[in-house]
């Protein structure tokens, strides 16, 4: 089992920035892809960002794009999302994901709250 606790969500006024956390309690063969998703109140789950252990590929949903920099420290089993320049839209509940690939998650963390204020 592995368990991944997120951290650094926050309220924080539009503009501003934030540094997402997640720490993984332990790394396998089906881990290799770590992701960012998130809920906003009322909709479904939408996919943020992605990476993978070695760090070689990367994805961003196109709405967070050129704002939002996901990285990992593999010394930590630590997966980051840096969100700057945040909009009232980045509003919502940010769940950190492992899986084997990127349509495979089993493992995913309590999720943490970030609310952006106009």
């Known amino acids: 089992q592995v368990q991944l606790v997120e951290s650094g969500g926050g309220l924080v006024q539009a503009g501003d920035s934030l540094r997402l956390s997640c720490a993984a309690s332990r790394r396998t063969f089906n881990t290799y892809v770590m992701s960012w998703f998130r809920q906003h109140p009322g909709k479904e789950r939408e996919f943020v960002a992605t990476i993978t252990w070695s760090g070689d590929n990367t994805d961003y949903a196109d709405s967070v794009k050129g704002r939002f920099t996901i990285s990992r420290d593999s010394a930590k089993n630590t997966v980051y999302l840096q969100m700057n320049s945040l909009k009232p839209e980045d509003t919502a509940v940010y769940y950190c994901?492992?899986?084997?690939?990127?349509?495979?998650?089993?493992?995913w963390g309590q999720g943490t709250q970030v609310t952006v204020s106009s």
């Open positions: 994901a492992a899986g084997s690939s990127k349509n495979n998650y089993p493992y």
